[in-house]
């Protein structure tokens, strides 16, 4: 049973342009998201981060909402760069918890 | 920097074969993790540690156990390696605030490319 879904395994974007990474997750314990990148041949490094408590967080040219109904979150990153290509994971935990549950990955392309 | 080691970038087992993967971090975190990545699933725990000698099982613990001696290091364990295995193994490790506080923020390793033939 997949707690954290990432429906988009891939994702093409123009650089310059804004790139929407999505995220479902359906455990209603989760009160912490992140996002996590990672290039080939390399472990995933941490992005961004949000507590429940927000509905959004920006770092630069990286933001994530959350909406807490929908039990969705979502990264944006403007602009987009070519170093942006990568595989982008979306992660959850519960309060209280060192586990963190992560979602499918999306691959993230930036054309030049 | 926070560094997480890893033995072997890849590594090619029989099947039936016992093998040990290695995990090292340097920066005395308390919390260390095994997790394998399939495509289309993502990253999966298998195990956990949240101290020396303390372990969980996570997700998928089956056909694994691991062992933690010593506060850097974390280790994976195949008892009989099948072709189901066949994956890249990521370890990870992060900083337990206490008081029942959260670090997100954990630090992974490059990973171990597994093939059992």
């Known amino acids: 049973d997949q707690q954290v879904k990432q429906n988009s395994p891939s994702l093409s974007v123009q650089e310059g342009r804004i790139s929407i990474l999505n995220c479902d997750y359906t455990?209603?314990?989760?009160?912490?998201f992140l996002w996590y990148k990672k290039y080939p041949a390399e472990g995933p490094t941490f992005l961004i981060s949000i507590s429940s408590i927000k509905d959004k967080n920006e770092d630069g040219r990286f933001t994530v909402f959350l909406n807490k109904s929908a039990k969705h979150l979502s990264l944006h990153i403007v602009p987009s760069q070519p170093g942006d290509s990568a595989v982008y994971f979306c992660?959850?935990?519960?309060?209280?918890?060192?586990?963190?549950?992560f979602g499918q990955g999306t691959r993230l392309t930036i054309n030049p | 920097d926070v560094k997480v080691t890893q033995s072997s970038r890849y590594l090619v087992k029989r099947t039936g074969e016992k093998v040990f993967l290695e995990c090292v971090q340097d920066?005395?975190?308390?919390?260390m993790f095994w997790y394998r990545q399939d495509p289309g699933l993502g990253l999966r725990l298998i195990y956990f540690s949240y101290d020396v000698k303390m372990k969980e099982k996570g997700d998928i613990p089956e056909g694994y156990s691991v062992s933690r001696e010593k506060k850097e290091r974390f280790s994976l364990i195949l008892e009989s390696a099948s072709t189901n295995q066949t994956s890249m193994y990521l370890c990870?490790?992060?900083?337990?605030?206490?008081?029942?506080?959260?670090?997100?923020?954990?630090?992974f390793g490059p990973g171990t490319r597994l093939t059992v033939l």
């Open positions: 992660a959850a935990s519960e309060q209280g918890a060192q586990k963190l549950v």
């Open positions: 455990n209603s314990m989760f009160d912490y």
């Open positions: 920066m005395d975190h308390e919390n």
């Open positions: 990870a490790s992060s900083l337990d605030l206490g008081g029942g506080r959260r670090t997100d923020t954990q630090y």
